[in-house]
C-alpha cells in the first residue's frame, strides 16, 4: 500500500470558511512533510513543508500540523477563497534525503461553494 | 527569477517507441527529479540528478533514464515505450539534493505522454 494517504478525496467548503485537509503517514522514519497544490493543467506547486522536530508551522492563510504520535498531518486553510479550489497532496521524505525522492498521497480535491 | 520549464507540453508516441523529455531548473538549482504522475495519482518519484549523475531513484526499470548537463538541465528518456507509461510527466528542481526548509522541490508544468 502506499506511504502516504488522504482521509477523503473531496472536500467541499463554503468561501470564506476555512479548510482542513488530513493526511495519514506510515513511515515512522519520514523526517520531512510537505504540501502542494496542483491545479488543472498545472504541475504542483510548494505550499508549506515541516520537519519532524516541529509540530506546527504558520506560512500566509497555512498553517501545517504534524502529529508525529498518530503518524497524522494536516494543512489548514484560513478563510477559504475560489482560487484554493485544486487538488492538494501531502508528501513525505525519508530519512535519507531527497535522493529517496518524495512519497505522494493521491490527493484531496478542494471544492469551493460560493 | 525563472521556473521550471519543461518540453513539449504534449506528445503522442506509439508503443515500442523511444521517448525524449526536457527541463530547465529555475535559477540557481542545482538538482532535478523526475516524476510520474498517473491520472488521479500522486506523483511518483522516477529518479533525482545531481552533479550530473542519478543520485537516487524509485521503483522503475532500466528503460528509463536520464542525463543531466552542465548548465543543470536535464532530459528524460524512456525506451520500449508501453501502453501504461501514458501519464504526465513532471520535473522538479531544488537548490540542493537534501530536502530541507531551503530546499522545497518546485515543479513544472509537465510534459503530457499519450502512448497509443
Known amino acids: 500500500g502506499e506511504s502516504v494517504g488522504l482521509h477523503l478525496p473531496t472536500l467541499s467548503v463554503q468561501e470564506g470558511d476555512n479548510s482542513i485537509i488530513n493526511c495519514a503517514y506510515s513511515?515512522?522514519?519520514?523526517?520531512?512533510f510537505i504540501w502542494y497544490k496542483q491545479e488543472s493543467g498545472k504541475g504542483p506547486q510548494f505550499i508549506i513543508d515541516?520537519?519532524?522536530?516541529?509540530d506546527k508551522r504558520q506560512g500566509q492563510r497555512v498553517t501545517v500540523l504534524l502529529n508525529k504520535t498518530v503518524k497524522h498531518l494536516s494543512l489548514q486553510i484560513a478563510a477559504t477563497q475560489p482560487g484554493d479550489s485544486a487538488v492538494y497532496f501531502c508528501?513525505?521524505?525519508?530519512?535519507?534525503?531527497?535522493?529517496?525522492?518524495?512519497?505522494f498521497g493521491k490527493g484531496t480535491h478542494l471544492i469551493i461553494q460560493p | 527569477e525563472t521556473g521550471v520549464t519543461q518540453s513539449p507540453t504534449h506528445l503522442i508516441k506509439t508503443r515500442g517507441q523511444q521517448v525524449t523529455l526536457r527541463c530547465s531548473s529555475q535559477?540557481?538549482?542545482?538538482?532535478v527529479s523526475w516524476y510520474q504522475q498517473a491520472l488521479g495519482q500522486g506523483p511518483q518519484f522516477i529518479f533525482q540528478?545531481?552533479?550530473?549523475?542519478?543520485?537516487g531513484r524509485g521503483n522503475f526499470p532500466p528503460r528509463f533514464s536520464g542525463l543531466q548537463f552542465p548548465n543543470y538541465s536535464s532530459e528524460l528518456n524512456v525506451n520500449a515505450l508501453e501502453l501504461d507509461d501514458s501519464a504526465l510527466y513532471l520535473c522538479?528542481?531544488?537548490?540542493?539534493?537534501?530536502?530541507?526548509?531551503?530546499?522545497?522541490?518546485?515543479f513544472g508544468n509537465g510534459t503530457r505522454l499519450t502512448v497509443t
Open positions: 522538479a528542481s531544488s537548490l540542493d539534493p537534501w530536502t530541507s526548509y531551503n530546499s522545497p522541490l518546485h
Open positions: 513511515n515512522s522514519a519520514s523526517d520531512y
Open positions: 515541516i520537519r519532524s522536530n516541529m
Open positions: 508528501a513525505e521524505g525519508g530519512s535519507g534525503g531527497g535522493a529517496d525522492g518524495l512519497t
Open positions: 535559477s540557481g538549482h542545482n538538482t
Open positions: 540528478y545531481y552533479r550530473e549523475e542519478e543520485n
